[in-house]
């Protein structure tokens, strides 16, 4: 039975690190990976309190094991070894599922000589020690218990994994898993580099192929195939996993590998042998996760991104990707004072909502045009809670900007608040990004451009142009100036909707210091411009839609410079109209309307 002697008070679990294992990512299969695996470790502690009869607040629908985020609030005194022991079985059992197969099907190299592993240590310190686990007992609201949650997580118990060898590609940080890993009694003094490249090489090449053969057999209208088309395919669907120029660490590859139809069935198949699970129904949503992996990322109809350094193809097009992530804004305060019944019911919304996205983007009887995410090959993947993330792109030819800009014009209105309204607004960084931009650092973009737009003031969309050299620009904007027709009302001066033309004008006024400088700076310059190319009785610059309104929850329009706190603490103290007389105020105007135009050029201008 539970220990709900004290119904009253809570568990609170959750994992770390998310952000990074997300990020270390070169491929679309690796996100796929990373989010497969993060909502199958919040399953796993899930079912196990489920299964002991605890009330489950947050998250809602644990019987969707896909998009489960990873804080878990439980209702009653869940025991911290049961919760760690499930979370630890399901992750050794992913980690150790990928190591059986390999060595089982891996048994003699491509010159038909025996591997001989000796990595077996290497992949039990990672089943061991890759993840942080924390757990707190004692909120008296789920609430409480998550605050608390949240101060244990400053107080860090990592352990480290010392390793040998050439360090992976992807992240620099671990070693490169092959079968000679960790063979104790190598001299340092008499290292080959050139000897363990070459046997690296050949590993990933053979992993690679028969990952290829695997799927083809896995499929019987494939398996009935010519030895010779099979062979040739082989190869083809092995690089959709694994690239053989890759070189990836032991986590890596069980991102890489989870996502092969073969290995995710066999691992939910260990996975329920070793629970010895007495009510086989509960373990149906795992299943139906193992499902959407096998239809989702199959290498013959999976639509992958080519981020490689080295192409096979110097003639190969390449083109710019849009990148969205996206987070509701005040979670936390909303739920504050909520019951824990109504916090279920928003965790429940919430996980309806992401699930509902997710499959009519995927889903194989609506058109392109009924999808909600514009471009052919677009997807979503992830949306637990309300947090998100999404691709924008077509496989074989350039999306364009102006499709993903109208896509977020309406984003709040028809995406977040379909189909019910939710009680909390949404911020999204977007990031339009070059096509020879490591997909980490594109993820890495999207994440700060999601943290500018809560900085900016939250219920706003940040845009960023990330350029192949590193560099780029950003602009945020509260989504009502967006869905008034803001990109729509733009004007030049032959009446048309050539953005060169503001552009162009923005840059000389800036070399000619025209904006100001100094304690000489001025908004009558960014305003007269404005109403130039968005009509003249436009007043969007006007000072009553500078801030957001004074309280939280009221129904009035944030303003575009965001909080008057995020320039001054103590703004209580200082009369507005003084306020707006600030040269950083001043400056916060000009830089808006300088962006705009920057970024309204680049989301307007052909990219093929």
Request: aromatic share 12%; net charge negative; glycine share 6%.
């Amino acid at each position: 039975m539970p220990d709900l002697s004290d119904a009253s008070s809570y568990t609170a679990i959750t994992f770390a690190p998310i952000q990074g294992f997300i990020e270390n990512s070169r491929k679309l299969r690796d996100l796929y990976g990373s989010s497969y695996l993060l909502s199958f470790l919040s399953w796993s502690v899930c079912h196990a309190a489920d299964a002991k009869g605890f009330p489950i607040i947050s998250p809602a629908l644990i019987n969707v094991a896909q998009g489960l985020p990873n804080v878990i609030i439980i209702q009653g005194k869940f025991d911290q070894d049961e919760a760690r022991n499930a979370f630890n079985q399901a992750w050794k059992c992913a980690v150790e599922t990928c190591r059986l197969w390999i060595e089982r099907e891996l048994e003699v190299d491509l010159n038909g000589k025996r591997w001989h592993y000796h990595w077996e240590r290497e992949w039990s310190l990672w089943a061991n020690y890759a993840w942080e686990f924390f757990y707190i007992y004692g909120g008296k609201t789920p609430t409480e218990a998550k605050d608390k949650l949240t101060e244990k997580k400053r107080s860090r118990n990592w352990t480290g994994i010392n390793w040998t060898g050439e360090s992976s590609t992807l992240s620099g940080g671990d070693a490169i898993a092959y079968p000679e890993l960790g063979r104790a009694g190598i001299d340092p003094r008499r290292y080959n580099y050139q000897e363990q490249k070459t046997k690296v090489e050949l590993f990933h090449q053979q992993l690679s192929q028969t990952l290829g053969m695997a799927f083809i057999n896995s499929i019987p209208e494939l398996s009935k195939k010519p030895e010779s088309w099979k062979a040739e395919k082989s190869v083809e669907y092995g690089e959709s996993f694994i690239d053989p120029r890759e070189e990836l660490s032991i986590p890596e590859l069980v991102k890489r590998m989870i996502t092969h139809n073969v290995i995710a069935e066999e691992m939910g198949c260990n996975l329920q042998q070793q629970l010895s699970e007495t009510q086989p129904e509960k373990l149906a949503e795992l299943q139906k996760l193992i499902i959407a992996i096998q239809n989702d990322l199959k290498p013959d109809s999976f639509k992958e991104l080519n981020r490689l350094k080295r192409k096979r193809n110097p003639n190969e097009p390449e083109y710019w990707t849009g990148w969205f992530q996206g987070d509701g804004d005040g979670a936390g305060n909303y739920l504050k004072d909520l019951p824990p019944q109504q916090i279920n019911e928003f965790s429940q919304i919430m996980r309806d909502w992401g699930k509902t996205l997710v499959d009519r983007q995927n889903s194989k009887t609506l058109t392109a045009a009924d999808k909600p995410l514009p471009g052919r090959d677009s997807r979503i993947v992830y949306a637990g809670g309300d947090d998100f993330l999404g691709v924008l792109f077509n496989a074989n030819e350039q999306i364009k900007t102006t499709d993903c800009s109208n896509f977020f014009t309406r984003f709040k209105t028809h995406i977040w608040n379909q189909p019910v309204h939710k009680p909390i607004s949404v911020s999204v960084g977007f990031v339009w990004a070059g096509a020879k931009v490591p997909q980490r650092e594109v993820l890495q973009h999207c994440h700060e451009a999601e943290k500018v737009a809560k900085q900016k003031g939250r219920d706003r969309i940040n845009f960023r142009i990330l350029f192949n050299s590193g560099t780029y620009l950003e602009w945020a904007c509260p989504w009502w100036v967006l869905e008034n027709g803001l990109f729509e009302e733009y004007r030049d001066r032959e009446g048309n909707q050539k953005w060169v033309h503001l552009y162009n004008d923005v840059a000389v006024l800036e070399s000619r210091h025209a904006f100001g400088n100094g304690n000489n700076i001025t908004v009558e310059v960014a305003k007269t411009l404005f109403k130039a190319y968005f009509g003249e009785e436009n007043g969007l610059l006007n000072e009553e839609n500078w801030w957001n309104p004074e309280e939280p929850k009221s129904a009035a329009k944030v303003g575009i410079l965001g909080s008057r706190q995020s320039f001054d603490s103590d703004y209580k103290t200082i009369p507005i109209a003084e306020f707006n007389q600030r040269l950083d105020v001043r400056q916060a105007i000009n830089d808006w309307m300088i962006n705009l135009a920057k970024i309204g050029f680049h989301l307007h201008r052909d990219w093929s």
